[in-house]
Each structure stands twice: as C-alpha cells, then as structure tokens.
C-alpha cells in the first residue's frame, strides 16, 4: 500500500539534488548534468553527444511512464499518490526558482514532468471515474 501511493518521480528529484548540492562530478565549472558520457557518431556525420542529464530525463520519463500506468487504478492510494504527486511539483518548482544549480533546461523538462504526473493522474481517475459511474448507471436501468 505505501509503495503504491509513493510518488517514483521522488527517486529523480533526490538524485539531481543530491548531485547538485554535492557537486559531484561537475568539476572545473561543468555541472554534472553537462558533463558528456558517450559521444556516438550517426550515419548523418553528426555526433551524438549524451550526457548524464540526458541519461537523468531518459530514466525520469521511464519513472513518469510507470506512475501514468499506475493513475489508471482507481482508489484511495491513487488520489493519495495524485496528492503527493502535486506537493511533489511544489517542493520541485519552488527548488526551480529559489535553489543555485536548478535553473538551468535540464531540471525545466524534469519539472513539466512532476507537473504532469499529476494533472494526468487527476484526468485519468476523472475520466475513469465517469466510466465507472456511466457503467453502474446503466446496469440500474
């Protein structure tokens, strides 16, 4: 029950913290969402260049996925975790406007994220509500 009311994107938000608060791998100026991982040459000639905020969205956009696919179960843990989702965005946003090494475009896209887990969750459990009550409405009939 409280793993299904635990916001996954909290997981993203604690890493990118502590990785900025700490400085960890961004040496020499370099924040460590810049600092280059792999650079992969394509057939176009271009070079793809990733970095770890790259590879940070790419598992943030896993976690969101999970928490869209966990917002199509209705219930009290749902709206619990729509709830912490929210206050979630608020610790996120304020963070965005108020803390040294989060303003910057990488921790922006994480930030639509955690807004966007749970105005979808709230739309999901909205629209399947109606489902719900539409179908039980009929079987009265």
């Known amino acids: 029950m409280a793993l299904q009311i635990f916001p996954l994107l909290t997981i993203s938000l604690v890493i990118y ?3 900025t608060v700490t400085g960890m791998g961004g040496g020499a100026g370099t924040a460590w969402h810049d600092i280059v991982v792999v650079s992969l040459p394509m057939y176009s000639g271009d070079v793809w260049r990733v970095t ?14 999970v928490e869209l696919v966990r917002a199509t179960k209705a219930g009290t843990a749902s709206i619990t975790n729509h709830l912490l989702s929210f206050l979630l965005f608020v610790v996120a946003l304020l963070l965005f406007i108020l803390a040294p090494g989060f303003g910057n475009s990488v921790y922006f896209i ?3 994220m955690t807004f966007l887990d749970p105005m979808a969750g709230l739309v999901v459990t909205t629209v399947t509500a109606r ?4 179908v039980t409405d009929l079987q009265k009939h």
């Open 131 to 134: 489902r719900d009550l539409a």
């Open 110 to 112: 994480f930030l639509t």
């Open 17 to 19: 913290t502590v990785l």
């Open 52 to 65: 770890w905020g790259t590879l940070f969205l790419a598992g943030s956009m896993g976690l969101l996925f």
